[in-house]
């Protein structure tokens, strides 16, 4: 598959008139189950897209001027399937399938009708309706009308993918990491993605063995995780033309990915965007960068988070214990987890690269700050390894260290540091995918003195890899201004590349990241 900088790159050199912002809209119809079917393309004054990395299923809206009284004349009863078709301009025309957001041949399912008012143009007398069309992935329908009440035995991909397939009924594309260890599990009539999520928790990868690997042989993060994952998530992304995204079950952080993308900003944070103006203004025009550095330059950003520690540290953030009980043999186990030592025996989950805090000391030494309890009857049950085929004793439980520093990792992971950015409509863009940021040295910058020992904990704590965990896509296709625009969430993983790479100084600094404008 194509990378977003590699289709970008395309798209410029495709011979089309591409400017950041454009779009097309190439299906956009309402099918009725009676029949009726209605293309909707010329009603449209926006689209809403949603990919959420803790949701499971896409989900949006269409801000409709309807002058045909569709909602009557259909009728519109919030049950019909959505055909639904955009891309980046350009996309098609440079040849990436993989930019075009397609669903044509899995439709989404309108659900809800709102916000519906008599409007007008422009000051003027109208007679049309205004009104919002919400939507949202068919699977997530059909989970809230089915439950579940059996038994499973086997590894926990192999039960995602029946679930998924068997009871969901998908035909969307599935990206299911192999998992280990034969679980006995028991769903006790419960809804569909209820059972998933608790499966998620269990899932633990094959054991890893190689470093992951940057470009041309380097490596991507100067601490490299070589045990396994258990870190998973199961979320849904959005439907290319190449039949790509679908369904995920998958660690959050696959080390293997190595970014391609690599945001950039101007010099201060701001919540009312961005400076367009000259470099004497503080910015950059866009004439004078290439197509793919201004797809990738913010147009604003805001900073979420930069750490709650309160927050993280009841949850299990810094350190935890869990207390497992045996009504079988009365006896119990206790495990702890700690921030520091997970940092040093990275056995389960990638916990990061470089510590949050330079002295975390302080919140990793009381393991009663988060305690989970768990009991087992379970004695003399048979588990046969996927690995070695070997059989062991008792069924394979999740390791407490385990569980814990899966709590731990997605602390670190989605709960700390999150920024978000707006950038030109980018469809080719989905949740999960790995970025760097290239966020201001603020003050530093400025030149204000008795910053400058803090110069490297600051890029410690931002300028690393990002994961992409919220992607919101809104097309306006009315108005004076037509334009397609990218809302992205990133949460900071704390890895660092680990290697020098090539300078780019167009926006007035030297980068630490890889150069994408060469």
């Not at 035995?153 to 068997?166: E, M, W």
């Not at 510590?355 to 049950?381: C, I, K, L, M």
């Amino acid at each position: 598959m194509t990378s977003v900088v590699e289709a970008l790159t395309k798209i410029q050199k495709s011979g089309e008139e591409v400017s950041p912002t454009t779009f097309k809209i190439t299906e956009a119809t309402i099918h009725h189950g009676s029949g009726f079917e209605y293309p909707i393309g010329n009603l449209i004054y926006a689209v809403n897209f949603f990919e959420d990395i803790e949701t499971v299923g896409v989900t949006g809206w269409l801000d409709m001027y309807d002058n045909v009284n569709l909602i009557q004349g259909g009728p519109i009863i919030g049950h019909e399937l959505l055909y639904l078709r955009f891309e980046t301009a350009g996309a098609t025309e440079a040849g990436v399938p993989e930019f075009a957001v397609d669903y044509t041949k899995h439709p989404l399912m309108l659900y809800k009708i709102e916000e519906l008012i008599a409007g007008s143009v422009d000051g003027r007398n109208s007679n049309f309706l205004e009104y919002r069309l919400h939507f949202c992935s068919t699977e997530m329908l059909r989970n809230d009308r089915i439950r579940l009440s059996r038994t499973y035995q086997g590894v926990v991909s192999d039960i995602v993918t029946d679930v998924l397939k068997n009871h969901l009924e998908t035909t969307k594309p599935l990206d299911i990491q192999e998992t280990v260890d034969i679980h006995h599990f028991i769903a006790p009539n419960i809804r569909p993605y209820h059972l998933i999520s608790d499966l998620v928790s269990k899932a633990q990868s094959m054991p890893l063995k190689k470093s992951a690997g940057g470009p041309k042989g380097k490596t991507a993060s100067s601490t490299i995780f070589k045990g396994r994952h258990n870190d998973f998530l199961f979320y849904e992304t959005a439907i290319r033309e190449d039949n790509s995204g679908g369904f995920k079950f998958k660690p959050a952080l696959d080390k293997s990915d190595f970014p391609s993308l690599s945001f950039t900003t101007g010099t201060s944070p701001t919540t009312t965007g961005m400076d367009e103006g000259g470099p004497e203004s503080g910015g950059v025009s866009p004439d004078t960068i290439g197509y793919p550095a201004q797809m990738q330059r913010a147009l604003n950003y805001d900073f979420i988070d930069l750490g709650n520690k309160y927050d993280t540290i009841p949850t299990g953030g810094w350190s935890g214990k869990h207390i497992r009980h045996n009504g079988v043999t009365k006896s119990y186990a206790i495990s702890e987890s700690n921030y520091l030592k997970a940092l040093e025996h990275q056995r389960y989950s990638y916990v990061s690269a470089t510590p949050t805090y330079n002295s975390p000391r302080g919140v990793t030494e009381w393991p009663d700050s988060h305690v989970r309890f768990t009991s087992s009857s379970a004695q003399t049950d048979s588990n046969i390894n996927k690995v070695n085929k070997r059989v062991d004793y008792p069924w394979r439980i999740m390791a407490p260290s385990a569980s814990l520093n899966r709590i731990m990792q997605l602390n670190h992971l989605l709960g700390m540091q999150r920024i978000e950015i707006t950038v030109p409509g980018m469809s080719g863009l989905s949740v999960g995918e790995l970025a760097f940021a290239d966020l201001p040295d603020v003050g530093l910058a400025a030149g204000q003195p008795g910053l400058e020992g803090s110069k490297i904990l600051w890029e410690n704590r931002l300028d690393n890899v990002w994961l992409v965990t919220k992607v919101a896509h809104r097309l306006v296709t009315g108005g004076e201004n037509p334009q397609y625009l990218t809302r992205i969430e990133l949460a900071n993983t704390m890895s660092s590349t680990g290697q020098v790479l090539t300078d780019y100084t167009q926006f007035g600094r030297t980068s630490p990241h890889a150069s994408i404008f060469t």
